[in-house]
């Protein structure tokens, strides 16, 4: 397996890591993440941008991004991509996830589970959903979904 871990870029210009005080994992209190969200409400700041960051033995660090909302406020555009006029999220979320792979004998064998880690930019009237699988930290996918309802 893979480290995998969450890095949030906030309003005021910092940067929140996943596993890095005060957002480390502490047995009995609430997760990194439930954390983070304690601080944005109490300082009343917001996330910009969220990406995965993945490690593995002998290898380079792997990066993987959301659409980022850092636009200059003046101009409205994105500080990196001058050309994008970009669109803000109402919401940032991360979250784990494991899917059975199945087995191809008579039995149909459950396999395993496959853990992934995904972050999700919520807009009006879609979600945009990023998986990074959590075995080689090879792989991510992007999927797109229409919101039913609006996001809260």
């Not at 969200?37 to 300082?43: D, K, P």
């Not at 979320?93 to 087995?103: D, F, K, L, M, T």
């Not at 995904?118 to 807009?123: H, L, Q």
Request: aromatic share 10%.
């Amino acid at each position: 397996m893979v480290k995998a871990k969450w890095l949030a870029s906030l309003s005021d210009g910092a940067m929140a890591i996943e596993g890095t005080p005060p957002f480390d994992v502490i047995p009995g209190e609430l997760s990194p993440w439930l954390r983070l969200q304690e601080h944005l409400t109490a300082s009343g700041l917001h996330i910009t941008g969220l990406r995965i960051q993945v490690e593995k033995p002998g290898e380079s660090i792997k990066t993987y991004n959301l659409p980022s909302y850092r636009a200059d406020t003046l101009s409205g555009k994105h500080e990196r991509w001058q050309f994008i006029q970009p669109m803000q999220p109402l919401s940032y979320n991360y979250g784990r996830v494991a899917e059975a792979s199945w087995g191809g004998g008579r039995a149909g064998a459950i396999r395993g589970r496959v853990p992934h880690i995904f972050i999700c930019a919520e807009y009006e009237t879609f979600t945009v959903y990023l998986f990074v699988d959590q075995i080689e930290g090879a792989e991510s996918w992007v999927v797109v979904r229409e919101n039913t309802t609006r996001p809260s």
